[in-house]
């Protein structure tokens, strides 16, 4: 038996998402989405973080601006604590450059064994030595474009060392960042990036210089991603996740 011709409607009610319901004649219903925090709610969330912990750390170990650029590229895709662990007895012998290269990647390598991509993060860390020494004298640069032209940086990377290193007001996006962002939600976006200079428009100036920290340590040990624990959380009647628990 001959099929019957779909008609456009067809098609196009064929092709909408399961999950979208529609409204009466067929047409889709917006999915429904918190909007992001007003300006009154933004400044509110951060002084109750200020007020919770008004000097945040992150969790990562180093001595100097230089050691802090090499744990945090050693962090890609690996917790703070097993960086801590792969770098506690590296940084005490060799905080500069020139100490890592007397190393030597052979080394490095095994000094990195227990983290992920340790071949690769040890040829990097070689890599971004020599051209710290060849085009900075062996300094950290304070620019955010010098440091994303080292080998294994990116804006990440580059964002934590200007803020921890050289208290610079910048915003780091990780996982943790991220999710909490658009969880609350505060800035959302599909891409760190989006997130990243979204929150730059809406976190007042005085708060900007420990944004990341509180936002991070807030993801890592309270809104956490598989399961927030919402009993512990210091802004539950300012979260309007449909995730949240209380």
Request: with cysteine.
């Amino acid at each position: 038996m001959a099929q019957m011709k779909r008609t456009p409607r067809n098609r196009r009610a064929a092709s909408a998402p399961p999950e979208t319901a529609l409204k009466p004649g067929g047409k889709p219903r917006a999915p429904c989405r918190p909007k992001p925090a007003d300006p009154a709610t933004v400044r509110e969330i951060f002084t109750r973080f200020r007020a919770a912990n008004p000097h945040p750390k992150g969790d990562l170990e180093f001595i100097n601006p230089f050691t802090l650029l090499i744990a945090v590229v050693l962090s890609a895709q690996t917790t703070d604590a097993g960086v801590n662990k792969a770098t506690r007895e590296l940084f005490p012998i060799a905080d500069t450059p020139q100490k890592i290269l007397a190393l030597g990647e052979t080394n490095l390598r095994e000094r990195f064994k227990s983290l992920g991509f340790f071949n690769t993060k040890a040829k990097n860390v070689i890599a971004l030595c020599e051209q710290l020494i060849a085009k900075y004298d062996g300094r950290v640069p304070t620019r955010r474009e010098e440091l994303e032209a080292l080998p294994g940086v990116g804006r990440k990377t580059a964002n934590v060392v200007l803020n921890v290193a050289f208290a610079r007001p910048t915003i780091a996006v990780d996982t943790h960042v991220f999710r909490v962002s658009n969880r609350i939600p505060l800035a959302i976006g599909a891409t760190p990036l989006e997130v990243e200079l979204g929150l730059e428009k809406i976190i007042p100036d005085e708060f900007k210089t420990h944004t990341h920290h509180w936002l991070i340590l807030h993801g890592r040990y309270t809104c956490k991603a598989r399961r927030p624990e919402c009993e512990r959380c210091i802004i539950p009647d300012l979260c309007r996740s449909p995730e949240k628990r209380v």
